[in-house]
């Protein structure tokens, strides 16, 4: 059965560094997607992804954060400078359509980012 | 806008007995609502599904939900617990509307079920 995937499975990393969270979505899916959630809270929303432009955001998603689909089947979220308050679960995820009927949306296992 | 409110954050049943996650929703459109279930250290799950089909949705194993336009409810029940449901739940609701571009999901706080012997 066809699945999500992201890697690393765990990144640890220093406050003020860069990092890219990188996902496989499902291949004949059409929409991309990243949430977040830091531990204890709620899973939200951070950007939705379609045909190679940003089509959702949320507040979260300043400019520290940006998506990239880079070839045909790599969909990474950048983080440029992070701060402790980015240490969260990062779960990626696909959709094949939108809209009522369609719009069940595929999540991979998630990264779990530590900021020291 | 939309949202989800999910009545319990924990629920413990006995193994065997019936399990009732609760969940209501506000939303501007016709809304398509899911569960999803988070074993711990995994990825999200989808259980079932509502999109504006039958009021009455199956999921996977043997849990299902019912949607109730009139109380803007969508509760998750299934009738006999067993010790691997024990796992968080989440309610979501997404626009339902064709954007064009994606809907966004939005969560509910989560609901932990504990199954005890």
């Known amino acids: 059965e066809p699945e999500v995937t992201q890697t690393p499975s765990h990144q640890v990393t220093q406050m003020g560094q860069e990092v890219i969270l990188r996902c496989v979505p499902i291949?004949?899916?059409?929409?991309f997607y990243w949430y977040r959630q830091i531990l204890g809270q709620k899973v939200e929303f951070l950007v939705s992804f379609y045909n190679n432009e940003i089509s959702e955001k949320s507040e979260i998603f300043d400019d520290q954060f940006s998506v990239e689909r880079p070839d045909g089947s790599n969909f990474t979220l950048k983080i440029r400078s992070t701060k402790l308050e980015d240490s969260a679960m990062y779960f990626c995820?696909?959709?094949?359509?939108?809209?009522?009927?369609?719009?069940?949306?595929?999540f991979g296992p998630g990264t779990r980012l530590t900021v020291l | 806008a939309q949202s989800v409110t999910q009545l319990d954050s924990h629920v413990s049943v006995s193994e065997g007995t019936p399990v009732l996650l609760r969940c209501n929703y506000s939303s501007s459109y016709s809304p398509s609502l899911f569960w999803y279930v988070q074993h711990p250290n995994k990825g999200l799950q989808l259980l079932l599904k509502y999109t504006s089909a039958a009021t009455l949705v199956k999921g996977i194993n043997g849990f299902e939900a019912e949607f109730k336009k009139s109380e803007t409810s969508f509760h998750l029940t299934k009738p006999s617990a067993h010790m691997s449901d024990a796992a968080e739940y989440f309610c979501v609701v997404s626009g339902g509307v064709l954007t064009g571009g994606g809907n966004k999901l939005t969560f509910g706080t989560g609901t932990q079920l504990k199954v005890e012997l």
């Open positions: 995820a696909s959709s094949a359509t939108t809209g009522t009927g369609g719009n069940e949306q595929f």
């Open positions: 291949s004949n899916h059409l929409y």
